[in-house]
């Protein structure tokens, strides 16, 4: 799977570029179709970032993710 840099990352952030990325547990989802991340925010949450640690507070389950293509794996630099 491809390798994807916390840099490369923040600029999928819905403003820099055109796509619309987000992490989860070492894993990089496109979410740019998702009409619940237009503009790369969803609710008080903002693409472009690891939302592991955020997931917590989310009214629903990881499993939001099966639903978005997984484009590759967030590396540690």
């Known amino acids: 799977m491809k390798k994807i840099t916390p840099r490369q990352l923040s600029l999928r952030n819905g403003q820099d570029k055109?796509?619309?990325w987000v992490a989860y547990k070492g894993k990089v989802y496109d979410v740019?179709?998702?009409r619940l991340w237009r503009n790369g925010r969803h609710y008080e949450h903002w693409a472009g970032?690891?939302?592991t640690a955020e997931l917590n507070d989310a009214p629903h389950t990881d499993q939001v993710f099966e639903r978005m293509p997984c484009i590759g794996d967030l590396s540690e630099d």
Do not use: F, G, K, N
């Open 49 to 51: 970032q690891d939302l």
């Open 32 to 34: 740019t179709d998702s």
């Open 18 to 20: 055109p796509e619309i």
